[in-house]
């Protein structure tokens, strides 16, 4: 499991297990901080009730959602 050490300060919901944004809005700005950092497109996705970041790393699609205020890489979503 990967994870970002910037806090994420933003309403989240539970989904299937999952920790994931409640809004768009804070899904799309957390986006664009790691797209930055990885220098690869992130999408934002819609799943049940929040919304997760989605993209490609090293050849590998990769998800992510939220772990204990962290951003963190769902392994199966």
Request: hydrophobic share 45%; net charge negative.
């Amino acid at each position: 499991m990967s994870i970002f050490a910037a806090p994420v300060f933003d309403a989240t919901v539970i989904y299937n297990g999952q920790e994931l944004f409640k809004g768009r809005g804070a899904a799309q700005g957390w986006a664009e901080k790691v797209a930055k950092e990885l220098e690869t497109e992130i999408t934002v996705e819609k799943i049940g009730t929040g919304w997760m970041l989605r993209g490609m790393v090293d050849g590998v699609d990769v998800t992510w959602g939220i772990y204990g205020q962290r951003l963190s890489r769902i392994e199966a979503a």
